[in-house]
């Protein structure tokens, strides 16, 4: 028994809210009597388990069952469960950022060194730049809101999407396959995507085991390129292994290696949503590409091709002593990623009788990391209990682009040239960090504080070259500079318990690392060095969660106010008046504010309804003086990626068939505000997307741990709905769908052993 809470207290084993559904129709919890099921429900966002009610802080937690339920199978899937999380992006390209935006602030950069606001952590491993995107054998996901820099790591100023993966269990062999089926054509499913994906724990001694975890999906039928009458491809496939052991009665061991592998042709890009020159109206006439809102189409003869590698080694020990506990995580993550796009999207016969150049990118981008964490806490039961630590982190960024890689421009006089660069980019990371608890009855008092140092560098040659009629090197650029940066930040906050309620209330500070710009060339002026300064968020929140129904629902509400200054935002410019090739810009919004209301409501409604219900109001709008790339003030509007309201409805309903087998039904509703696609102001029918509602749905037959069939669909009105926008792809409108822009409708079958 003390080796299960061993293993408990060590973050790896949680009882997720549809997990306990199941167990208790099953009779495998014991012990049921002593916490209510919402109680069960145990999430690790202060780096210790402990039940989501207990918890200061607003936070989402989505279990396995409900990961299951809504087809959530990406990491921007997750924006289907918690209305607070919103992504925006294009995709796996390589680059920093993420594309994740809690409560309205997140990152959305071109620059590999730009880290993310909101942090993905995975078993306790810091993910850094590596892009984790696919979803399997999870255990929970929890959605932390606000700054999380105390527990967190570094550059965690808007939020943690921490995931915990199922753990290896030595006590029992078990296995599970399970696979999704959809069709391009086929039963109103406007895309096509297979999936299969399979688990086996294996207890290899009487105190170790093995959990080895892989899958292997498929999608096409997302774009068409109408030049080619071919829809897009992509693959991505990945496996997981997870070895766990008790060394003794109070030491255990988690050693855990991941590998993953994608490959997307001629597929997602940005694509015209609208013509603004001639010359543009009559190729995409020439084409077939009907530029308009929500156009899945395109027109390349070029090569378009996205693919990687990302692949990572852990090991965590624990040891338990008398009077604390000991805790060293050591994580390496490496990523390569090629990508090559046609960005023009018109064959080169086309665009050589248009004004603009027929333009190709291709870059090599390599991305290593390596953290190291080591904590000591005390039993969290004392009066007093802490958590201190220390934290290190290391990551090295190389990009190549260059005619090898794909890179070139085509002009009308039949020569053609190109820009060739080399970037490395590091950054180091030292912090030490401390958390205090203080019981006092029923009033708990808590702080936190983090000290960070941080050192980037950052070294880059960039030429233009001549390819035709000869090889030839017109100018080089070089650019070598560094910029280190000290920062303290923190947490200070009470808790007070009532009969089934916790109010609480909190400020936190934190921290998101600067940045260093590569060379751009910004209407004519070559500018070498930028240093984009550190964002640094303070924020307050104020909240109250209560369960009803003798423990079995749980509702939260919380208050929000959260000031970034200095928040790290990126724009799109032409490089010059006669040149239309876009170029990114870095830059610092001088202040931002977001501030609004957050609920969840979770849990059991009746013994065959369980609901789950989030719902988010905010108001995240521009400083006055804001301006966008034309100039043009942007003060007092709703920042990008952040719709003043968004709601998240989820349920499922079963009907009992037999005594091992039921009937079941969910579905789920997602409904989201107009929200901005762009820091630029430009149409606004382009610029923001209107208000959506997309629904989903689920029916099939189960019998408990054994087996489950069930018919889905997902965005069943197909809402075409944009990632994000771009103003200047040669001075037409252009936006970048994803899958979620389609209506899917396929099989779902689990089966266990």
Known sequence: ???????????????PFQTVLAQEKSGDISDKSDKSLIEQITVTAQRKVESIQDVPMGISVISSDQLDRQQITTLSDLSKSSASLQFGGVGNSGNGGGGAYVRGIGTFSLSRSVEQAVGVVVDGVVQGNTNINNLFDISRVEVLRGPQGTLFGQSVSAGVINITTAAPDPFDFSAKVSSELSFDGVG??????????????????????????AYNSYADGIVENVWTAQKDTSSDRGVRARFFSYLDDSTTLSLAADYDEYVSKDGQFFTYTGAASEWATSALADCGVNAQPGNLTHCSDEKNEQSGTTYGLSMQLDIEFQNFNFTSITALRESERHATADIDRIPTAIMLNSPPPNINSGVLTDYSQFTQEFRLSSDSEDPLSYTIG?????????????????????????????????????????????ELEYQLGDLTLFSGARFNVSELDYQEQNSSVGLEPEYEIRNTLNSDYEWDDKATTGRLGFRYELDNSMIYASISRGYKNGALSPITNSGGVVILERVVRPEIPTAYEVGIKSTLFNGNLATNLNMFYQGIKDLQAQGLELASEDNPVPVTVQKNVSRAVSKGLETDIFGQLTDNLSVNFSALYNIAEYPDDFIDNDQVSLGGEQMAFAPRFSANLSGEYTYTLSNDKELFVSANVRYRDESRLSIDKKDHSLSVDKARTIAGFRIGVRQYDEWSIALFADNVTGERTPNVFNPVLFGNPSAYYSSQSLRQIGLQAEFSF
Do not use: C
């Not at 028994?1 to 009882?15: C, D, E, T, W, Y």
């Not at 109103?188 to 959990?211: C, F, H, L, Q, W």
């Open 1 to 15: 028994m003390k080796r299960k809470l061993v293993l408990a207290m060590s973050g790896l084993i949680s009882v």
């Open 188 to 213: 109103g499913s406007e895309y096509g995507k297979k999936t299969i994906r399979g688990t086996v724990n294996m207890p290899v001694a009487e105190d170790a085991a093995v959990r080895i975890s």
């Open 390 to 434: 220390a934290f290190f982190y290391s990551a090295e960024t190389t990009a190549d682009q260059n005619p090898e890689q794909g890179s070139k421009v085509v002009l009308s006089s039949d020569t053609s040239i190109a820009t060739i660069y080399h970037q490395e980019s590091g950054s180091l990371n030292y912090s030490v960090f401390g």
